[in-house]
Structure formats: structure tokens, C-alpha cells
């Protein structure tokens, strides 16, 4: 079997999670990723676990080996990589299987990454020509070429008012 299909197995946990990482731990380790978690892998997890296919040790384990490996991207996904980390950390976690199931519709039916970073784009428009970032006139193609990191958390701040804007027209708060 080769690696990157053992990486699929992983994300779609399609076999037991000690039989992946026997197979994973026969490979060396790389720092080019050759999958993407997406969405729909965190959710499915969710939904696995509500249906209690999976158990919350299993979630925990499944996290924990995807945040490890340098192998597997996130594709910029800010809401993908919050999920996966607070899976992964069960101390500052309170997930429950009615909390897991919201979560998973949340991650299907959340905003896309173009959508995000168009109203990020709109918004930071809109700040800079009203005066509230102060002195900082950067567009916002500057700041994800100057500042990845602060772009990714302008981005997910957008994010985050978008899925609590579809929440609130849902009438549904997670």
C-alpha cells in the first residue's frame, strides 16, 4: 500500500486506528503534504461519533494522529484546523454527541474558503475607507502577502461572523 493511500484511510477512518498507523509508522515521514483534510472528513468523524459508531477515545486518537503528521493539509480551512485541534485536546473540550452533530452540520453547511476571504475583502475594504484600522492602509492582497498569519485570523474572525450569521437566520446556536 502506498502512503498517500494510507493517508486516505486515516481521513476517512475506513479501518481501525492502530491497523492505519501500523501501516502509516512503515513509512518515513514527509513534510510535503500529500492530502487535504476537508470538511467533510471532520464531519463525518462527528457524525460517526453521534451515532456512536465511534467513540470520544476514538475522535480523540483520530485528531490527535492527523495534527502529527506534516503529510496532511488543511487547505487554508481555519474552521477545519480549530475543530481538528479541539478534538485533538480533550482537556479544553466539552464535546457531546448532541454538540458533535450540530458541529458536523455546521462544517457541511458553513462558508466556503472563497466565501470567507470575499467578505473579508469587502470588510477590510470598508475598514480601511472609514478609518478603523487607524493608520494601517494595507489592502488586503498586502496583508496575506506580508502577514499569512494575521490574514488567517482576519479570515477566521470573517468566518466566524458568517456561520454565526447563518446560525441566527437558522435559528440555531451552537
Sequence with gaps: ??????????????KPLDEIQLTLDGFERD???????ER????????????????????ERWASLIVSRNDIDYNSDVIVREYLLELALPADSQ??????????????????????????????DEAIRHGWWGK?????????ATDPIGKLE?????????????????GDNL
Design 31 to 37: 513534510i510535503v503534504p500529500l492530502v487535504i483534510l
Design 95 to 124: 464535546l457531546t454527541r448532541e454538540r458533535a452533530g450540530k458541529s458536523a452540520v455546521a462544517l457541511i453547511e458553513g462558508p466556503t474558503a472563497k466565501a470567507v476571504q470575499a467578505a473579508a475583502r469587502v470588510l477590510h
Design 40 to 59: 467533510r472528513h471532520v464531519a463525518s468523524i462527528l457524525r460517526r461519533y453521534c451515532d456512536g459508531e465511534l467513540n470520544r477515545h476514538d475522535v
Design 136 to 144: 494601517y492602509r494595507k489592502s488586503y492582497d498586502e496583508l496575506a
Design 1 to 14: 500500500m502506498e502512503r498517500k493511500s494510507a493517508l486516505h484511510e486515516l481521513l476517512e477512518l475506513k
Design 154 to 170: 482576519f479570515d477566521g474572525l470573517v468566518e466566524r461572523m458568517l456561520i454565526a450569521a447563518m446560525q441566527a437566520k437558522a
